[in-house]
């Protein structure tokens, strides 16, 4: 058992001394390579016919990188050289020895060489940065041209490149990519720098007859039709300057030397026509500008002593298209220009202005009434005088009860006075405001009698809010309104025997109505002439006729406000009371009981109005839509529509109706 512990104990000491040796002779190595490499003393490189990979080895010692040899490269290398080379050149020389024998060397991620057929290389070639400093190795570099068309440099660096060179033109982004050796790289660039530059001039042109519009537009489609054959015309374009009736040229000079005579008959040979024109208006209604442009016609052909009957500016014609709200102009060149430059300036798009208006009405009314009526009449023999009281501010009329009732006893059922005394009692009685009673008869003695005690306590409470609310172009006028058309009797006529009345009514709207006209002016101010007014029913005149009383709070100001700010316009703070007594002269001042003989009425009214404005300025489309949106969803969450239209919501009557609810902002 001994021996075999120790023959086991031997085994493992020889494998513990082999390994120490091997590191050791890794160590070695390194460190004899690392001095080698060290080493600043120059070198000899004299190889005659020698393998390549040997070679390979020799300037691995000597420089102290690592190559990695592509299975595909082989043969024999000759290098001589009289007198030794400095240690810094060796890999440049070996390199370019390399690339005489159709091979190059790439470097790779962790700091080795390999070593490939130039062939290969073009396609693994790196990318060459800034600050890579260019040696014999295959590179790539990307190049954005900046003036020079890619396609035209790709042809002409084409017979630049070595054989194993690529030339690749990217055409969207105007970008060359270079593959070959790294001095030839740079070299390419530099004739690159040379051809690359621009050629561009600007040159202002000014224009006696024609728009600087059309002639650019004009300019434009020449472009197109010739870019696509002729490089020098990518760079070209033709800026209009209306204010001034210049026209802004840009590009290769001979492409502006060979427009320019374009450009001088097409301005002269519109001088000889004359010119007729259809303008299309695109934001401008031509029923509004039509006057306009004729007023400042007639305006330029006086100022220039021209009248009506001579001279090519009384010639001047314009006309209007309504259907496709377009004008045609009839006139000489210099009075075609002069109304172009007014239209462009006018026909432009408007802002629009969204008006909110806020009604804010409380009331308050409280009345009270007493009063008590009676009367007294004797006997056709006892000589009883009639006797009794009636007051206006008392229902019913005791008179018109009383003569309905004594009527009766001495007129037949047919009479017609009998029909309109019950009539007037009947009305009378219909106008009872709050409580009423009495009593009435006839003695034995035919003694007739009555009293009616009416008595009310009202109080109304009322609070009114409205909030209309439109949207108009700037400077427009907008009306919105929320009401009724009531008839409003204007006069009344009777036939020649009094009989058939004629009479002549009027419609007048009654509600919330809103008239407004904004103009918006500098720093987002806005100046408004607005109209605001409130109205509504009262109710008739008085029980026996049907003219109407109506109630109207009216607001008509000019203001100015900023944009979204909000203002008050206006309000009225109105308090009325009243206290009517009515009675018996001497016997109403008697204490307790002179009140059997008046009529107490009061009434009180409190009403508090006031009215708040907001503009707020629209842009553009998507502040447009955030105000719709935000009407939108007010509306469709209000909870009357849960149960509306069968429980569908705003947002199913929309898709119902025009298949579409409002569209969201852009980003949202």
Do not use: C, W
């Not at 120790?6 to 120490?20: C, F, H, N, V």
């Not at 954005?144 to 068309?149: A, E, N, Q, S, V």
């Not at 006028?477 to 204007?490: D, F, H, K």
């Not at 203001?559 to 203002?567: A, F, K, P, R």
């Amino acid at each position: 058992m001994k021996s075999g512990h120790r023959q086991g104990s031997g085994r493992d000491m020889r494998k513990q001394i082999t390994r120490y040796i091997v590191v050791l002779a890794a160590l070695i190595t390194a460190m004899a390579t690392e001095a080698v490499a060290q080493n600043n003393e120059p070198a000899v490189l004299n190889y005659r016919q020698a393998d390549i990979k040997a070679v390979t080895e020799d300037i691995s010692l000597l420089t102290g990188r690592s190559f990695i040899i592509d299975p595909r490269v082989s043969g024999k290398v000759t290098i001589i050289s009289r007198e030794p080379v400095e240690r810094a050149a060796v890999l440049e020389t070996f390199l370019s020895t390399l690339k005489v024998h159709g091979l190059a060397v790439l470097p790779t991620p962790g700091g080795a060489y390999k070593i490939v057929p130039e062939d290969q290389a073009a396609v693994e070639g790196q990318i060459l940065s800034r600050r890579d400093k260019p040696t014999d190795q295959m590179v790539t570099e990307v190049i954005k041209l900046r003036h020079l068309d890619v396609t035209q440099a790709s042809n002409m660096l084409k017979t630049l490149v070595g054989k194993s060179g690529r030339v690749l033109p990217y055409r969207p982004s105007n970008v060359l990519i270079l593959v070959d050796f790294a001095p030839n790289v740079e070299r390419l660039k530099a004739v690159l720098a040379e051809v690359d530059k621009s050629r561009d001039v600007v040159r202002m042109i000014s224009l006696s007859n024609t728009s600087p519009s059309e002639m650019a537009e004009i300019l434009e489609q020449l472009k197109s039709a010739s870019g696509a054959e002729n490089a020098m015309y990518s760079g070209f374009s033709a800026v209009p300057v209306d204010a001034s009736d210049t026209l802004m040229l840009k590009g290769d000079q001979k492409v502006i030397d060979e427009l320019m005579p374009v450009i001088e008959q097409l301005d002269a040979r519109r001088k000889s026509k004359g010119d007729l024109r259809v303008v299309k208006l695109n934001h401008t209604s031509g029923e509004t500008l039509l006057p306009v442009l004729q007023e400042v016609s007639q305006s330029l052909a006086q100022s220039k002593g021209e009248n009506a009957g001579g001279g090519r500016a009384g010639k001047t014609s314009i006309s209007l298209h309504p259907s496709t709200n377009s004008l045609v102009i009839n006139a000489d060149p210099e009075m075609q220009k002069a109304l172009g430059d007014v239209i462009r300036q006018l026909d432009v798009p408007r802002d629009q202005i969204m008006v909110e208006g806020i009604i804010v009405e409380v009331s308050d009314t409280t009345a009270k009434e007493l009063g008590l009526q009676y009367f007294l009449s004797g006997s056709q023999t006892s000589g009883v005088p009639f006797v009794t009281t009636n007051y206006s501010n008392s229902t019913p009329n005791i008179l018109a009860s009383a003569g309905a009732l004594l009527a009766a006893d001495e007129l037949g059922e047919d009479s017609d006075a009998l029909a309109a005394l019950q009539s007037n009692a009947i009305d009378s009685i219909l106008g009872i405001n709050g409580f009423a009673g009495g009593l009435a008869g006839k003695s034995s003695n035919g003694t007739t009698f009555g009293f009616i005690l009416n008595a009310l306590d009202e109080d109304i409470t009322s609070n009114i809010l409205s909030t209309p609310s439109v949207i108009t172009i700037d400077n427009e006028e907008a009306r919105i309104l929320g009401g009724q058309e009531i008839p409003i009797t204007t006069g009344e006529t009777l036939s020649s025997n009094n009989s058939n009345p004629f009479r002549t009514v009027n419609r007048e709207d009654i509600g919330v109505k809103l008239t407004v006209r904004p103009q918006i002016n500098g720093e987002n101010g806005i100046l408004a002439h607005i109209q605001q007014e409130v109205s509504s029913v009262a109710g008739t005149i008085s029980s026996q006729s049907t003219d109407l009383i109506t109630n109207k709070r009216e607001v008509e100001t000019t203001v100015m406000l900023q944009d979204g700010e909000i203002m008050v316009l206006g309000g009225l703070i109105q308090q009325d009371e009243s206290v009517s007594i009515s009675g018996v002269p001497l016997l109403k001042d008697i204490p307790v009981l002179g009140e059997a003989f008046k009529s107490r009425a009061k009434s009180r009214e409190q009403r508090n109005l006031m009215i708040f404005l907001r503009m707020t300025i629209i842009r553009d489309k998507d502040q447009l839509r955030r105000v719709t949106n935000k009407k939108y969803d007010f509306f469709r969450n209000d909870p009357l529509m849960e149960d509306a239209y069968g429980g569908i919501g705003l947002d199913g009557v929309m898709n119902k109706v025009i298949g579409a609810t409002p569209a969201k902002p852009e980003g949202e």
